[in-house]
């Protein structure tokens, strides 16, 4: 199985950014952890981050022949990009939200997602782990 891990907006300056919310660890070794953590499951994985609507959308269009899932965690694109949602709307392959922090006990614009309606699901709270479970999550729906 092919797994597409898309980062949005912000995502570049973990370890840096709100370490008190996001946690230390970098984007770079997120994906390592990630990478070690799946790495007897039988998936290849890919990672692109962007701070850009628009590139998102492009990979994501590129993941429906490309990859058997996306995990994606739109960063504060969540809250309101609705272009993003629409074209996870528009693909076949399925996709799990992720967030490292929970995002529903935050500021209460967080709280609301337009992207996930366009997801198979959402995993929030877990930090780093969360992609972890969002890949498990797709290979127990491709069963």
């Given at each position: 199985?092919?797994?597409l891990?898309i980062?949005?907006p912000n995502?570049n300056?973990?370890g840096?950014r709100?370490?008190?919310?996001?946690?230390?660890d970098?984007?770079e070794?997120i994906?390592?952890y990630?990478?070690?953590?799946?790495?007897?499951?039988?998936?290849?994985l890919?990672?692109?981050?962007?701070n850009?609507e628009?590139?998102?959308?492009?990979q994501i269009?590129?993941?429906?022949?490309a990859?058997?899932?996306?995990v994606i965690?739109p960063?504060?694109?969540t809250?309101y990009s609705?272009a993003i949602?629409?074209?996870?709307?528009?693909i076949?392959?399925?996709?799990?939200e992720?967030?490292?922090s929970?995002?529903?006990?935050?500021?209460?614009?967080?709280h609301n997602?337009?992207?996930?309606?366009s997801?198979i699901g959402?995993?929030?709270g877990f930090?780093?782990?969360?992609?972890?479970?969002?890949i498990?999550a797709l290979l127990?729906?491709?069963?």
């Amino acid at each position: 199985m092919k797994i597409l891990i898309i980062n949005g907006p912000n995502l570049n300056m973990l370890g840096v950014r709100e370490p008190e919310i996001y946690g230390k660890d970098t984007l770079e070794s997120i994906n390592a952890y990630v990478q070690e953590k799946v790495k007897d499951a039988g998936v290849e994985l890919a990672f692109y981050q962007s701070n850009c609507e628009g590139e998102i959308i492009d990979q994501i269009h590129a993941a429906h022949t490309a990859f058997d899932g996306i995990v994606i965690n739109p960063g504060a694109y969540t809250h309101y990009s609705y272009a993003i949602a629409d074209a996870l709307s528009s693909i076949k392959t399925p996709a799990v939200e992720v967030h490292l922090s929970n995002i529903h006990k935050r500021e209460g614009f967080r709280h609301n997602s337009v992207t996930a309606a366009s997801c198979i699901g959402q995993v929030c709270g877990f930090g780093k782990y969360g992609y972890v479970m969002a890949i498990m999550a797709l290979l127990e729906a491709e069963k």
